[in-house]
């Protein structure tokens, strides 16, 4: 199917789009990634790129799908974007996936991990009113006019991704919109309070313990007569909006939804809502707001102490486990609710099937082993996923698809235990940190880790994070990072993840979109329905292409390689990479952040005499020029505050 030349006709690019197309294409053959800013091609027409997919997609063939490889060992050898779609807003246009498509040439990676794309509540990109939609309003309504499905607008998008060589991404939720589609017609899916006709109290369960397997499926009954009625009333079958539905058949489904949530609230019926992070057990039922009868929760953590302000009140947690008692970690059995883990384990393939996903991200899967209440994982001490439900999900993921890949949003790195959950990787923890000796001492002891693990299944690696989209989270940095960190910085972070990264000591590089030109603004919108402040920084987007280039020559010979001797203290870190018994040397040197901000000036990288006399040249990142150097016994160079120095050496009687 050729989709994009399907939108290109419905578009009908001018002259000056099939230009620019054209211009575009001769770039990609050249090799990505492209150095044209992201917000320059986000401001570009949607013709325009929609020529340049239609071409490529007549002349290249996709690889196979890497979710039908024998394994998800690529996962390792890949390096990621996090891509928001609808922060793919500009110039008053709101984000589709269309318009995301735009992105896909400047960006490095090869992995694309979307943030989810569902129809939400309160503008929310967490709180989804379901898992098996697209938001419609991140289709194009004149595509849809023209013949061009929503369905295959998505579609559309990851089938650019497979045009230049990229892979996509599904973030699985284990939770949804307090009142979200899924609750409602699979009420037996969730934990729910019925409030008494005073709104005083609960009206059928034991207050002091009403998440019993009983009190759920007996609210989850009331709940199920009032979405019946309001689908009779509005005369149709399903909430879910399906490929081909009318404009009156979705108007009906979406008036008959909210008229449930509204039978449901005005007979007391509520889901209960996700605990705070560090809460234990499942939040309790507290009292009623005195104006509109809206239920109020308590949260605690396992001291007893309140922790109401962390919590993330608007979204309910599938009930994967009854029984657990209100803020307090299990002391009795708790009963699996099947239904419900199934029901999360399978999101993922409906994804993977019908639109050719490859990999899952599982939300909320961090803290997997501190959050069970026994050693086996099979006990939670809250309302999150356990091991045995997330390897679960990892397995269904899998079937028939061996090579799916699972990520844990983890910024630890606990390889080993979560490799044998099924992960594939986790998120890593350095875009909460600045770029000094002890972040660079911890990559060498995480190195060292990663080499010395058994190859094969199981092996899991850890990604090296030169951002995550809640980094602005007051909770975290408080402000874009880019903001906190400036240029200079941030290209700092990106050399250290691409050159830190070793042979068996592999770590994937995770970016996010607007990282290339230096765009802020990923976090808030998530909370809202907004596009990137588009920075446009073409200087820094020229380095970072410069900087990709640069890596991507000296990758066969990083992949076979290893460290072989290091320094990190102070202002400086070097490390010598040499791959087996090759005469080739490379010699990595940052001038690291300190709180004196002062440059290390003349540096010297002793280098063992069995080299002999070497000589080579220094790339001044992201400078790819170079200027030729020798060494004997030891490197000599000049390093200014922030600068990053990569020596490639080679015998002198080389040259």
């Known amino acids: 199917m050729l989709i994009w030349s399907d939108i290109e006709r419905a578009l009908?690019?001018?002259?000056?789009?099939?230009?620019?197309?054209?211009?575009?294409?001769?770039?990609?053959?050249?090799?990505l990634p492209l150095a044209t800013t992201q917000s320059a091609l986000i401001a570009a027409g949607d013709a325009a790129i929609a020529s340049l997919y239609a071409t490529l997609e007549t002349r290249n063939s996709s690889p196979e799908p890497r979710r039908l490889r024998g394994d998800s060992s690529w996962?390792?050898?890949?390096?990621?974007?996090?891509?928001?779609?609808?922060?793919?807003?500009?110039?008053?246009?709101?984000?589709?996936?269309?318009?995301?498509?735009k992105l896909l040439p400047a960006i490095a990676s090869d992995a694309i991990l979307l943030a989810p794309f569902h129809p939400t509540q309160f503008d929310l990109c967490y709180a989804p009113e379901t898992m098996t939609m697209a938001d419609p309003a991140l289709f194009d309504r004149a595509l849809i006019d023209a013949g061009v499905s929503a369905e295959n607008q998505l579609r559309a998008f990851v089938?650019?991704?497979?045009?230049?060589?990229?892979?996509?991404g599904y973030e699985l939720l284990p939770y949804a919109a307090q009142f979200s589609r899924i609750a409602m017609e699979r009420p037996q899916l969730f934990r729910w309070v019925a409030l008494d006709d005073e709104r005083r109290g609960l009206a059928h369960a034991d207050p002091s313990f009403p998440y019993r397997s009983e009190d759920r499926l007996r609210d989850a009954e009331q709940v199920?007569?009032?979405?019946?009625?309001?689908?009779?009333?509005?005369?149709?079958?399903?909430?879910?909006?399906?490929?081909?539905?009318?404009?009156?058949?979705?108007?009906?489904?979406?008036?008959?939804?909210?008229?449930?949530?509204?039978?449901?609230?005005?007979?007391?019926?509520w889901p209960v809502p996700a605990h705070a992070r560090a809460g234990v057990g499942v939040p309790s039922f507290l009292r009623c707001d005195s104006s509109d009868d809206f239920?109020?929760?308590?949260y605690r953590d396992v001291?007893?102490?309140?922790?109401?302000?962390?919590?993330?009140?608007v979204v309910a947690p599938f009930a994967f486990y009854d029984d657990l008692p209100p803020n307090a970690i299990p002391t009795e059995p708790v009963r699996r609710n099947d239904e419900a883990i199934q029901y999360y384990a399978e999101v993922f393939s409906y994804w993977r099937d019908s639109f050719g996903f490859d990999f899952v991200r599982y939300n909320a899967a961090d803290r997997v082993f501190a959050e069970s209440a026994?050693?086996?994982?099979?006990?939670?001490?809250?309302?999150r996923p356990t091991r045995e439900v997330v390897a679960q999900a990892i397995r269904a993921s899998r079937d028939g698809a061996p090579g799916v890949g699972a990520v844990s949003p983890s910024k630890g790195v606990e390889t080993e235990a979560f490799g044998a959950v099924g992960f594939d990787l986790l998120m890593g923890g350095e875009a909460l940190r600045r770029i000094d000796a002890p972040l660079v001492r911890d990559s060498f002891s995480l190195y060292d880790s990663l080499t010395a693990a058994k190859p094969g299944a199981g092996r899991a690696s850890v990604c090296f994070?030169?951002?995550?989209?809640?980094?602005?989270?007051?909770?975290?940095?408080?402000?874009?990072?880019?903001?906190?960190?400036g240029p200079e910085r941030m290209r700092l972070r990106h050399v250290a993840a691409r050159f830190l990264s070793v042979g068996a000591g592999r770590r994937p590089m995770f970016e996010t979109m607007g990282f290339q030109d230096g765009s802020t603004g990923l976090y808030e919108a998530g909370l809202s329905v907004r596009g990137l402040d588009w920075a446009d920084d073409a200087a820094f987007a020229a380095g970072y292409a410069a900087i990709e280039r640069f890596y991507a020559g000296m990758r066969p010979f990083l992949a076979s390689a290893s460290i072989v001797d290091r320094f990190a203290d102070g202002g400086l870190a070097w490390w010598q990479i040499r791959a087996g018994g090759s005469s080739r040397l490379v010699v990595v040197a940052l001038s690291l952040e300190t709180a004196e901000g002062a440059a290390p000036g003349r540096i010297s990288v002793p280098i063992s005499e069995a080299f002999g006399e070497l000589s080579g040249t220094a790339y001044r990142l992201p400078d790819t020029a170079g200027e030729p150097v020798d060494a004997a016994g030891s490197l000599e160079l000049e390093l200014g505050f922030l600068d990053s120095v990569v020596v490639d050496l080679v015998p002198a009687y080389y040259r």
């Open 159 to 168: 089938s650019a991704c497979r045009l230049l060589g990229k892979c996509v």
């Open 465 to 485: 994070a030169v951002d995550l989209p809640e980094s602005s989270a007051p909770r975290l940095w408080g402000s874009p990072l880019r903001r906190v960190m």
């Open 12 to 31: 009908a690019p001018s002259r000056d789009d099939k230009a620019l197309a054209a211009e575009l294409a001769a770039a990609v053959d050249r090799g």
């Open 374 to 383: 026994d050693d086996e994982g099979s006990v939670p001490s809250c309302d």
């Open 295 to 298: 239920p109020i929760f308590s």
């Open 75 to 101: 996962m390792l050898e890949s390096d990621f974007c996090w891509v928001n779609v609808r922060a793919c807003a500009s110039g008053g246009s709101p984000g589709t996936f269309v318009r995301a498509a």
């Open 303 to 313: 001291d007893g102490a309140d922790i109401g302000e962390d919590a993330y009140s």
């Open 224 to 269: 199920a007569d009032m979405v019946t009625a309001a689908k009779e009333d509005y005369g149709i079958s399903s909430f879910r909006v399906l490929e081909g539905d009318p404009p009156e058949v979705v108007d009906a489904k979406v008036k008959a939804y909210y008229s449930a949530i509204r039978l449901c609230a005005d007979r007391g019926l």
